[in-house]
Nanobody, 121 residues
Framework: QVQLVESGGGSVQVGGSLRLSCVAS????????MNWYRQAPGKQRELVAA???????AYADSVKGRLTISRDNAKSTVSLQMNSLKPEDTAVYYC???????????????WGQGTQVTVSS
């Protein structure tokens, strides 16, 4: 059974920091690209940060320079360090695992349950 369990969400003031973590089980973690998405009320889910299984990273323009994604393959964990938080960062943040391997024409794609981040002024 595949599980992605996020933690670290909460409420902070503008300019504050949070560190989100996602622990994966039931997958060969090193074979997966790991992503953080977020969804604010009334908005579509958006990709904010990604890290390939080789360690390359990419960020949405809105979070560049403030959010940092990292992974620890030995612990099957992906983290998102969030600094200089803004009210517009308020959302539910979701961990996503996307397989680098194609099986029967498709890639496995898994989601965590989400963790709430609230930034207040």
């Amino acid at each position: 059974q595949v599980q992605l369990v996020e933690s670290g969400g909460g409420s902070v003031q503008v300019g504050g920091s949070l560190r989100l973590s996602c622990v994966a089980s039931g997958i060969i973690f090193s074979q997966y690209a790991m992503n953080w998405y977020r969804q604010a009320p009334g908005k579509q889910r958006e990709l904010v940060a990604a890290i390939t299984n080789a360690g390359s990273t990419a960020y949405a323009d809105s979070v560049k320079g403030r959010l940092t994604i990292s992974r620890d393959n030995a612990k099957s964990t992906v983290s998102l360090q969030m600094n200089s938080l803004k009210p517009e960062d308020t959302a539910v943040y979701y961990c996503n695992a996307f397989s680098s391997i194609i099986i029967a024409g498709s890639r496995n794609n898994y989601w965590g349950q989400g963790t709430q981040v609230t930034v207040s002024s």
